[in-house]
Structures are given as structure tokens and as C-alpha cells.
Nanobody, 129 residues
Framework: QVQLVESGGGLVQAGASQRLSCGAS????????MAWFRQVSGKENEFLAD????????RYGDSVKGRFTISRDNAKNTMYLQMTDLKPEDGGKYYC??????????????????????WGQGTQVTVSS
């Protein structure tokens, strides 16, 4: 099973931009659908975005649409989340996830955490007002 590692978190001011990365060891990500989730203490994982293996299908959660951009570089075995116009409510622990069973997925539960079977340890993002 592939192991995922997030990086790029930290403290930023509201309105700033930040880029998160998700790297992998123990396998290649190139055949997998990937996603970013966010968790705030006491709340469920929030779906932010997913990307198909070939980057042709990208979907965003409503709270980040127009501000965040998901991308991947399969040659580097890495996925990214470019975040712009950050708000205090964007703070939380950001997780990358891999769907090792599918390269893309049209099911109704595509945004569900249960549709992914590999997770990183998360990286903390704090946005100060």
C-alpha cells in the first residue's frame, strides 16, 4: 500500500496563498484518483477536491471552489493543493488521500472519505485574521 506524506502547512495571514504537497513512497500514484480533505477539530472530514489519474476530471467542494486548485505531477509522484485568498475558516488539518481501486470515479459518493483507502498523516494549516 502506498504511503502518503503531506507538507507545506503552517501559519499564514488571511488573504495569503499557500501550496500543499502530497508525496508518496512505497508505490506510484499515477494510476490513482487522489483528493484533499480538511478536518477541523470536532467535525467530519470535509471534501475539498479530487483529481483523476490523468487530471482530466477535477471536482471541488463548494467552500473552496474558485480559490483552491488541485493538481498532480505523476512524473514526480506528487499531488498539490494551491490555496489562495485564505480565510480563517480554512484553518484545519489537511489530508491527502488516494483511491487505490480506481483511476476515476463517477459514483454519487465520490466526495466521501470512505471512497479513499490510503491517507497521509496530515499537515496543519492555520490562518490568522
Amino acid at each position: 500500500q502506498v504511503q502518503l506524506v503531506e507538507s507545506g502547512g503552517g501559519l499564514v495571514q488571511a488573504g495569503a496563498s499557500q501550496r500543499l504537497s502530497c508525496g508518496a513512497s512505497g508505490g506510484t500514484l499515477e494510476n490513482y484518483r487522489m483528493a484533499w480533505f480538511r478536518q477541523v477539530s470536532g467535525k467530519e472530514n470535509e471534501f475539498l477536491a479530487d483529481i483523476s489519474f490523468n487530471s482530466r476530471t477535477i471536482r471541488y467542494g463548494d467552500s473552496v471552489k474558485g480559490r483552491f486548485t488541485i493538481s498532480r505531477d505523476n512524473a514526480k509522484n506528487t499531488m498539490y493543493l494551491q490555496m489562495t485568498d485564505l480565510k480563517p475558516e480554512d484553518g484545519g488539518k489537511y489530508y491527502c488521500a488516494a483511491d487505490q481501486r480506481r483511476s476515476f470515479y463517477w459514483g454519487a459518493n465520490y466526495a466521501a472519505a470512505s471512497s479513499f483507502d490510503a491517507w497521509g498523516q496530515g499537515t496543519q494549516v492555520t490562518v490568522s485574521s
